[in-house]
């Protein structure tokens, strides 16, 4: 197999330290190959789908974002269009290496003797990574602050800035996808061969940069949960009120609805590998001196498996606006009819008032 070629990178004549391909064990791998789960077909299959439901998603966000005169529910769509274009990409970019290796078989080091494409690669898994549970908390924190503090600023994020966040968010991404280029930390082949991500050795610039990003995504994963958890109850307050059957919020409901199945999806999906990253290393570090040169094979098969579940967020993700949309919903549960927005929450404002912020 063309990964089992590299064996002799695992030799002192390269050490881990000094190279991005000796962090798992080829003879592990060329042994256990005929009965791992890394088909083509299957990756090709699983690439296709989530490439298609991106797409289909975006075409669908695009047109619903021409037809809507709400600032709220533009500002959203934005976010949602994002979270999209992400997941897009980064299926698009992992795909476009990993399902060619699969066919092929080439050995990265004589492909990749420079480690170029294995850090491209490493890069594209963080950044693709990280973005979307960044802007899954960020888009929670707009719909908390829009729900229950609606009067807090004159008026609703523009699209403008909208996009601005969504920029900040990958500059951030990107920015620490960059650490390990910088310095910190280090990219490696993980079994079988086929993808490269951030290694699980437990020297100091490995362990700082799990860490951190294994943390920073658990706290993003909380921060939705704390605003989602805030809006709903808000939101079922207001449904539960007598006096406001009538005056129920369709708009916010769809997009809370929408924002609570984009959280669900990324705690399952993510939450076992970031929790594995910081378990491992943890547990990895050294106590009398001696540190790991190799990851344990179980380590390396769970990592695979956790990342197989991590891909499943790219395609899910727009499955939850294309199917969460009140025209389809309508459809399943035809009394669900437009009512007026979050001003209903509020009766007793000054009509002026009133005025401006409905023409805004």
């Known amino acids: 197999m063309g990964w089992g070629d590299m064996e002799p990178r695992n030799s002192s004549a390269a050490s881990p330290s000094d ?46 974002s021409r037809k809507l005169s709400s600032r709220a529910r533009s500002s959203f769509l ?4 994002g ?5 897009f990409m980064g299926l698009l970019v992992t795909a476009s290496v990993i399902i060619p290796y699969h066919f092929i078989k080439f050995t990265w ?19 693709f990574g990280q973005c979307p549970l960044l802007l899954g908390a960020t888009m929670a924190g707009e719909r908390f602050f829009g729900i229950n503090h609606p009067f807090s600023r004159s008026t609703s994020i523009s699209k403008r800035r909208a996009w601005s966040i969504v920029g900040l968010v990958w500059g951030f991404s990107c920015l ?11 990219y490696t082949l993980q079994y079988p061969g086929s993808w490269c991500f951030l290694t699980l050795l437990p020297d100091t610039g490995n362990v700082v940069f799990c860490l951190l990003f294994a943390l920073l995504g658990i706290f ?28 129920r919020r369709d708009s916010e409901v769809e997009m809370m609805v929408q924002l609570v199945g984009i959280m669900i999806i990324a705690t399952i999906c993510w939450m076992p590998l970031l929790i594995f990253i910081v378990q491992t290393v943890l547990q990895q570090l050294p106590a009398g001196g001696d540190q790991l040169q190799l990851l344990p094979p179980e380590t390396q098969k769970m990592l695979l ?38 001003l209903s929450l509020y009766p007793v404002l000054n009509p002026s008032l009133r005025r401006k912020l409905t023409a805004d």
């Not at 395609?315 to 979050?342: C, G, H, K, M």
């Open 19 to 64: 190279t991005c391909f000796g962090v798992f064990n080829a003879s592990y791998g060329r042994d256990t190959a005929q009965n791992s789960i890394t088909s083509p077909w299957f990756s090709t299959a699983f690439g296709l789908i989530g490439l298609c439901s991106n797409l289909f998603a975006l075409c669908v966000l695009l047109s619903s």
């Open 78 to 81: 934005v976010f949602l269009c």
């Open 83 to 87: 979270l999209v274009v992400t997941d």
């Open 109 to 127: 080091a004589e492909v990749d003797p420079g480690c170029h494409l294995c850090n491209f690669l490493g890069f594209s898994m963080v950044f």
């Open 176 to 186: 620490l996808g960059l650490l390990p280029v910088l310095g910190l930390g280090r």
């Open 220 to 247: 993003s994963v909380l921060l939705s949960f704390i605003f989602n958890t805030v809006s709903v109850v808000t939101l079922c307050r207001v449904y539960h009120d007598r006096e406001s059957v009538q005056r």
């Open 305 to 342: 498996i956790y990342i197989r579940m991590v891909t499943w967020n790219q395609i899910l993700d727009p499955w939850v606006y294309i199917l969460f949309r009140r025209a389809v919903l309508q459809r399943v549960y035809p009394s669900l009819r437009p009512r007026p927005s979050i």
